[in-house]
């Protein structure tokens, strides 16, 4: 078991361009939960499966300080979707980062989820995006710095 790479939800796809669900990545409200090794993520699993403490996504796996980087995860700030550039469509927002006293251990990578969506499923994935291996923080702020193309990004 564990993290190899980052990508988007098949099931989360299908429900947007199905009309299954409602997304709205720019108003809902999005978070960034962190994951330890002990999961395998699997951008092919089902919507039910793909969804906040379910599935492979269960909250024993979890990462987080309560005041720090609370359960659940962090929410995104100043979320956008650009579509300015030539053949390409991304997701992207500020960079997400815990309080400044943070204790923070074994660290591989985060589900961007859907704390708004309640259908099909209830706090849907969105994607899983692999910090390259262990990161931690000891009495400091752990901060994901999305990549200049985004959380996720289309090219067309």
């Not at 993290?3 to 299908?14: C, D, E, I, T, Y």
């Not at 199905?18 to 978070?31: C, N």
């Amino acid at each position: 078991m564990a993290w190899s790479s980052s990508k988007v939800s098949r099931a989360f796809l299908a429900d947007v361009f199905t009309d299954t669900a409602a997304f709205d990545l720019v108003s809902d409200t999005v978070r960034a939960a962190l994951y330890n090794n002990n999961i395998t993520p699997d951008q092919d699993a089902a919507s039910a499966a793909y969804a906040y403490n379910a599935g492979q996504w269960d909250n024993t796996n979890e990462v987080y300080e309560a005041g720090q980087w609370d359960a659940k995860g962090v929410a995104l700030t100043n979320k956008v979707i650009n579509s300015g550039t030539s053949a390409t469509v991304f997701f992207d927002a500020d960079d997400t980062a815990s309080g400044s006293a943070a204790d923070l251990a074994n660290v591989y990578g985060c589900l961007v989820y859907s704390d708004t969506v309640s259908s099909p499923v209830a706090d849907q994935g969105i994607c899983h995006n692999y910090f390259g291996g262990s990161n931690s923080v000891v009495n400091g702020t752990f901060t994901i710095i999305w990549s200049a193309n985004g959380i996720f990004r289309f090219t067309l």
